[in-house]
Nanobody, 124 residues
Framework: QVQLVESGGGLVQAGGSLRLSCTAP????????MGWFRQAPGKEREFVAG????????YYANSVKGRFTISRDNAKNTVYLQMNSLKPEDTAVYYC?????????????????WGQGTQVTVSS
């Protein structure tokens, strides 16, 4: 079972920035599309951003487009989510996920492996 590990979450004021990182110790996912999801209390887990295995294609949820940037460094086996202009409604647990599919999935069933999540809290 692949274990993905997220880091970089924390508490930030509205308008601030955070960068999340995701790694898979002991395993490469350089051939996998990767995604970031988030889940706020009482809400369903939702897609935030995805990136193809090469990094050449990305896709964003409308709610984060223009504020968040997903990227990857396959040499470091790491995926990033740069989050700028954060809003209180971005508060959630953020999850990294890896997919064996050949495209950027936007739903949970399209991803095979998940991390434990990292908390992001944006204060107003």
């Amino acid at each position: 079972q692949v274990q993905l590990v997220e880091s970089g979450g924390g508490l930030v004021q509205a308008g601030g920035s955070l960068r999340l990182s995701c790694t898979a110790p002991g395993r490469t996912f350089s051939n996998s599309a990767m995604g970031w999801f988030r889940q706020a209390p009482g809400k369903e887990r939702e897609f935030v951003a995805g990136i193809s295995w090469s990094g050449s294609n990305t896709y964003y949820a409308n709610s984060v487009k223009g504020r968040f940037t997903i990227s990857r460094d396959n040499a470091k086996n790491t995926v990033y989510l740069q989050m700028n202009s954060l809003k209180p409604e971005d508060t959630a647990v953020y999850y990294c996920a890896a997919s064996s599919l050949g495209y950027i999935g936007r739903t949970r069933p399209e991803y095979d492996y998940w991390g434990q999540g990292t908390q992001v809290t944006v204060s107003s």
